[in-house]
């Protein structure tokens, strides 16, 4: 995977049919998703009131989302009173050109960013570079995607899909095009690669004028922005600089303080397994004297307006991204990050993408299939996201259409293409279904060729004979048994 | 009390062995059962893919075909989670749509009556011990279905632990899911693939003769990929162990 770019890429099984066969990629992610799925299962077991702080989560963000045009405008005006300054962006190519503007009007061609899901969504980076401005990531694990032409493939650790060795040859070769090469001789010791990082980041730190973030939470009471991480790095980029730009999709108020304080403790022991997460940023319009003098908080939209008009489908705009449903899925696991061709990948991806981009392309139709229903998502969410419930429900609208919410307006779509022989055999076996006679002569029919039915199927059956064995048909259907033996039927 | 068995499509065409299980097994409880035949499907796989419209004839369908019975019982944990779960959501669709309240009702209806073989023989006999004998080793999948959307618990292995001459083997990764999931198996059939290789090592280092579960379409997916590797481990539906007694013992297909 390279090129920076989710543009064109396959549906969901291609893809995944191509990195399941990706053994050190599968040994990876299973090494590396199974030791935090057991830590986080610690982290939570610590806590006595666990489901009554994820049924609270969920509530705040119910009520919250209910009356968001309330808190928004709530935040807009506190944070415009405490010195800063809001901008609202419809779309991704909205918050581009202000984020844009806002960078130029400071006459700076670079800016060092916080690691931020929002400005990945909207491809701020690459609507940066073509207007000239330079962006560099100081997350450590973004940096070694930015720095090795990649692209994230999981939320919280963005290059989970590559080990050490391959981290010492990237920053080897990469980071003396970026600024401050690597140190010769570097080896694969963790210590070595953190250091290297750290003098690397260290330099543009200090020369940055400019910072980009986004924000795990707003409070709207006195408009004050939250990021949560583990590296200070963040925190360098949210202090040093002289402008400080903060790119914040529209669902991540929270109304109040106490509010807060409930997400502050599901988010780090669901995320990394800690009771605390080691640094905690909170910041409210500017300080004179302190911190960046500039701020500016876009707000953006992109899809979230329309998900939030599907009574089903809204409920992950309760997302904190704290990535516990990715560490725990099985078909993330065998697949990673990069089939589901977006920056929000495993089951929030699934669900999530579908309903910002829609589902017109082959890949976003393919994203509600991108899982076995499994429910283990669902089980350790922290604020109670039904996946498996939603996920049924976009496939849905993908197979029969129907009413969705299309910037602002109510639209009948169309079901996908691509769906007829499978609508035809599902409507055939609906109409054998409902007429038990017909079920039964297919079932004696079955019964009387056993013998000579393939070992393995062709057509779509091929895709199970590949790697399992087809059940033998029984000489006789367990209905046909009961009439037999017990001679009268009931009904 | 009456006792309905719905069998499953699955099991009536494929498994019929698990159904006259369940039947045996029942009466020998005591249990007086009945096999209403206008039962076929309930509707599973389509909701699951997403033809719900194409579900809803099977929805009433089954309200008809039950209608009269206090128990409704079934030997497949994912059936009685789409009736248990989607039913509702179902009727609520179709209310919100305009159509009226008629799907919901009947969701109402039949949510509470409908119960997994565990759950009904447990929760409504009463019972831990039914008496079974069933001399091997094995191994318990609980299922997704089975494990998260049903709470089933202890309940399975309950039973499991008071069949005489059985032992008991704990399986690795047990909650992790078998990689079945309905059309998932054949849309995604690498990860399906991939997923029930995984489960099916971990069955096969049990050492264990038999896997079972409460759920013959996991079964299929997990005794197919078996088989396909040449493995040992066959493939049993939890009903058939708890049927099998000293005097009408088990008749395996290929248990050791
Ligand atoms: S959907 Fe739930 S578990 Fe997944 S990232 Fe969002 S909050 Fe975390």
Redesign the pocket.
């Known amino acids: 995977m390279s090129g920076g770019t989710y543009l064109g890429m396959p549906a969901f099984p291609e893809a995944a049919s191509e990195s399941t066969q990706n053994k050190q990629l599968r040994a990876n992610l299973t090494h590396a998703t199974h030791t935090i799925r057991d830590k986080r299962a610690k982290a939570v077991a610590e806590l006595a009131d666990w489901p009554q702080l994820r049924a609270a989560g969920a509530a705040i963000k119910n009520r919250t989302l209910r009356h968001l045009d309330h808190y928004l405008e709530q935040v807009e005006a506190a944070v415009e009173a405490a010195g800063g300054h809001v901008h609202w962006a419809a779309d991704a190519d909205e918050a581009n050109r202000i984020v844009i503007d806002l960078v130029r009007m400071t006459g700076e061609t670079e800016v060092v960013k916080v690691k931020s899901m929002a400005t990945q969504e909207i491809g701020l980076n690459e609507a940066l570079g073509e207007a000239g401005i330079r962006a560099y990531e100081t997350d450590l694990a973004e940096l070694i995607v930015q720095l090795g032409d990649d692209l994230p493939s999981h939320?919280l650790v963005p290059a989970i899909h590559r080990n050490r060795s391959e981290i010492r040859d990237i920053f080897a070769k990469e980071m003396g095009n970026w600024g401050r090469p690597a140190p010769d001789g570097l080896t694969d010791r963790p210590a070595e690669l953190a250091d290297a990082a750290r003098l690397h980041l260290r330099e543009k730190f200090l020369r940055a004028k400019v910072g980009v973030s986004g924000a795990n939470f707003m409070v709207a009471e006195t408009g004050t922005l939250v990021v949560v991480e583990s590296e200070g790095n963040g925190r360098m980029c949210l202090t040093l600089p002289e402008t400080l730009i903060s790119v914040v999709g529209i669902e991540k108020v929270v109304p109040t303080w106490q509010d807060l304080e409930v997400f502050l403790q599901l988010l780090p022991r669901?995320s990394t397994a800690e009771r605390m997460n080691p640094y905690t940023s909170m910041w409210t319009g500017t300080t004179d004297e302190d911190g960046p003098q500039t701020f500016h908080l876009v707000l953006i939209d992109n899809g979230r307006t329309d998900t939030l008009a599907d009574t089903v489908g809204r409920q992950a705009l309760?997302?904190?991204?704290?990535?516990?449903?990715?560490n725990v899925c099985p078909v993330y696991e065998r697949a990673g990050g990069h089939a589901y061709g977006s920056p929000y990948p495993g089951?929030?991806g699934a669900i999530l993408t579908p309903q910002l981009r829609g589902t017109q392309s082959k890949l976003d139709a393919s994203l509600p299939y991108a899982s076995s229903l499994c429910g283990a998502?669902y089980e350790?969410?922290?604020?109670a996201?039904d996946?498996p419930e939603v996920l049924v429900h976009l496939r849905e609208r993908v197979v029969q259409g129907g009413e969705v919410t299309l910037r602002g307006s109510r639209t009948t779509i169309k079901p996908a293409k691509g769906h007829a022989a499978e609508r035809a055999a599902m409507r055939a076996a609906r109409w054998a279904l409902d007429h038990p006679a017909a079920l039964r002569g297919g079932q004696r029919l079955a019964a009387r060729t056993r013998r000579l039915h393939p070992k393995r199927l062709p057509g779509p059956g091929k895709a199970w004979t590949e790697t399992r064995e087809v059940p033998a048909v029984p000489a006789e259907s367990f209905r046909d048994w009961w009439q037999r033996t017990r001679g009268k039927e009931t009904k | 009390m009456r006792v309905a068995l719905f069998v499953t499509c699955v099991n009536d065409t494929l498994y019929p062995d698990t159904g006259r299980a369940v039947v045996t097994l029942l009466e020998r409880l005591g249990v007086e059962v009945d096999f209403p035949a206008a039962q076929t499907c309930c509707g599973q796989a389509q909701f699951n893919t997403g033809y719900r419209y194409e579900t809803e004839p099977l929805v009433r369908r089954y309200a008809r075909a039950f209608e009269g019975y206090d128990h409704i019982v079934t030997p497949s944990g994912s059936c009685v989670a789409m009736v248990r779960d989607n039913y509702p959501r179902i009727g609520e669709k179709a209310a919100a749509e305009g159509r009226g309240d008629e799907l919901a009702e009947i969701a109402a209806s039949v949510v509470p009556r409908t119960y997994e073989l565990t759950e009904f023989l447990v929760d409504v006999l009463g019972v831990t011990d039914v008496g079974a004998y069933f001399p091997h080793t094995v191994t318990y999948h609980p299922t997704c279905h089975g494990l998260r959307m049903l709470g089933l618990g202890r309940r399975p292995v309950e039973l499991l632990s008071h069949v005489k001459g059985l032992e008991l083997r704990e399986l690795p990764g047990a909650d992790e899911c078998c990689g079945f999931g309905g059309t998932f198996a054949v849309k995604n059939a690498a990860v399906s693939a991939a997923m029930g290789a995984d489960k099916a090592r971990h069955i096969s280092e049990t050492g264990a003769s038999a896997v079972c579960t409460v759920d013959n379409s996991c079964l299929m997916h997990i005794g197919g990929t078996l088989a396909r590797l040449g493995s040992q481990t066959r493939p049993v539906h939890l009903a058939e162990i708890l049927a099998s007694t000293e005097e009408h013992p088990y008749a395996p297909g290929g248990i050791r």
């Open positions: 939320i669901s309760r997302c904190i991204r704290c990535s516990a449903c990715l089951p929030i998502c350790v969410c922290p604020v996201i996946i």
